[in-house]
Nanobody, 119 residues
Framework: QVQLVESGGGLVQAGGSLRLSCAAS????????MGWYRQAPGKQREAVAI???????NYADSAKGRFTISRDDAKNTVYLQMNSLKVEDTGVYYC?????????????WGQGTQVTVSS
């Protein structure tokens, strides 16, 4: 079991910045990858940025060049630095961690943190 707690959301004007944090606890030694997902009103949840166990990263096209995912292993925390925010970045941001046990994947989610970008 992995527990995830997000923080750092809020209201910001377009062009501004926010940094989200996700603190992991529990069986973190077996986490394969962690990431940030966004769910905008009326839309499906989508991946924004992923960081794998050995540090490789992947970004949604909409996030490339503006968002940076990073982690602090000493604090068991993953961050999402969001710059040049746009109105369309608005949504609930969820932290995710996945584990593999054999051929089965287990996903863990945080409670979500609201990001609202105003024009």
């Amino acid at each position: 079991q992995v527990q995830l707690v997000e923080s750092g959301g809020g209201l910001v004007q377009a062009g501004g910045s926010l940094r989200l944090s996700c603190a992991a606890s529990g069986s973190i030694f077996s986490i394969n990858a962690m990431g940030w997902y966004r769910q905008a009103p009326g839309k499906q949840r989508e991946a924004v940025a992923i960081i794998a166990r050995f540090g490789s990263t992947n970004y949604a096209d909409s996030a490339k060049g503006r968002f940076t995912i990073s982690r602090d292993d000493a604090k068991n925390t993953v961050y999402l630095q969001m710059n040049s925010l746009k109105v369309e970045d608005t949504g609930v941001y969820y932290c995710n961690a996945d584990q593999w046990h054999g051929s089965r994947r287990y996903d863990y989610w945080g409670q979500g943190t609201q990001v609202t970008v105003s024009s």
